[in-house]
């Protein structure tokens, strides 16, 4: 239970940076769109061009980064899922050969526990969820604080 919690309670550290950084630099560039005027200087035309690039390339790293892990945590679940699908089958198969009423109950038991099982469980689902917000985030993340630090200079 604690795990997934610092988890998110990391996330929101890292968003609540990203947010603070992010204010400082839509400030730092207002001002200087607004002091550019109708003709920047060519630094200032790098550096609103670079906004915009920097955007879109933050956006495709997320993508992917979040693609990414989004595949991996699917091919887990379906691991667990055929694992457990094929424990079930050699357990009705077992309890289907039982040959007394001891053995069928203890058989019996065995496929229960198996149907029990989750391939998922609200732990794994929870590391997964932030897992795939933290890989998403971390690209635009690590932007905004690069530029309010290359920005305040």
């Given amino acids: 239970m604690i795990s997934p919690l610092?988890?998110?309670i990391s996330i929101g550290m890292k968003t609540a940076e990203m947010l603070a950084s992010s204010a400082q630099v839509i400030g730092h560039r207002t001002s200087r769109m607004m002091l550019a005027g109708p003709r920047p200087s060519e630094a200032d035309r790098r550096e609103f061009g670079r906004m915009g690039q920097e955007k879109v390339e933050a956006a495709i790293e997320s993508s992917c980064a979040m693609a990414t892990?989004?595949?991996a945590t699917n091919l887990q679940i379906?691991?667990?899922m055929a694992q457990t699908q094929l424990s079930a089958a050699a357990a009705m198969a077992a309890l289907a050969t039982s040959r007394t009423k001891a053995q069928a109950?203890?058989?019996h038991a065995a496929v229960v526990r198996i149907a029990?099982?989750?391939p998922l469980t609200t732990q794994?689902?929870?590391r997964a969820a932030a897992r795939?917000?933290?890989k998403g985030l971390a690209p635009i993340r690590s932007r905004a604080v690069a530029n309010a630090g290359r920005l305040s200079k």
């Fill in 132 to 134: 795939l917000t933290a």
């Fill in 116 to 118: 029990s099982r989750s």
């Fill in 6 to 8: 610092f988890n998110w």
């Fill in 124 to 126: 794994q689902a929870s």
């Fill in 78 to 80: 379906w691991s667990r």
């Fill in 69 to 71: 892990s989004f595949f």
């Fill in 105 to 107: 109950i203890a058989r």
